[in-house]
């Protein structure tokens, strides 16, 4: 499949670093409020912390894919006006939008066991007594040993991601690789399409 090019109409393609950033700090802040809400139900008791542990993760996992996958971007990055798209700038589909988020899934499943665990461990009224805070470091010594492992396995890739997108000319990140997407500015997603129809006209 053909890429885009790097420019059209003298501006860059491709969304960069600060734009991608960008609209990851904005989905953080989108995702404030219901960890607000997460935060009321883990204080009434150690089951409800478990179900808020796994809520929070699968709620985000949710939001990524699905918005990836129906509109191409998710709200930070509509806000920021980039969007994921096929290299040739057509949309992607749901197996796209799955693969991007495969490998930060793996660890999220193996955090989420691992936050579990501690609850579990945990003494119900210490720990539904602590702050957000508070609770997060008191279950660090209740966390299983192959947590460390994992901990550093997701910091190894998410500095990879960063050194990937910053040392290619389209600025793809690991999981655009693993996807077969790319990241580019809105307006020439419509473009791309209008390329590929354009290539696909008979000859007259």
């Known amino acids: 499949m053909e890429f885009l090019p790097l420019e059209l109409n003298g501006s860059k393609v491709y969304a960069g670093f600060w734009k991608r950033l960008g609209a990851g700090i904005l989905d953080i802040l989108v995702f404030l409020p219901f960890g607000f809400i997460f935060y009321k139900l883990e204080s009434f008791s150690i089951p409800g912390a478990v179900i808020s542990t796994i809520l929070a993760s ?3 996992s949710i939001y990524s894919i699905y918005f990836h996958y129906k509109f191409g971007a998710t709200l930070g990055k509509m806000a920021v006006g980039i969007k994921v798209t096929l290299p040739n700038g057509n949309s992607i589909g749901l197996k796209n939008s799955f693969l991007r988020s495969s490998v930060d899934l793996v660890f999220s499943f193996f955090m989420v066991l691992a936050q579990i665990i ?15 805070f508070e609770r997060t470091q008191y279950i660090l010594p209740l ?3 192959w ?20 040392t290619n000319k389209r600025r793809r990140a690991i999981h655009d690789f693993i996807a077969g997407t ?10 791309g399409a209008q390329l590929d129809a354009i290539k696909a006209a008979p000859v007259s």
């Open 143 to 145: 966390l299983p040993a």
């Open 147 to 166: 947590y460390a492992l994992v901990n550093t396995s997701s910091q190894v890739w998410v500095w990879g991601e960063f050194i990937v997108l910053l």
């Open 182 to 191: 790319v990241v580019i500015q809105k307006q020439f997603a419509e473009q």
């Open 58 to 60: 699968t709620v985000f």
């Open 118 to 132: 501690a609850i579990n461990n945990a003494d119900p009224e210490q720990y539904l007594e602590l702050g957000f």
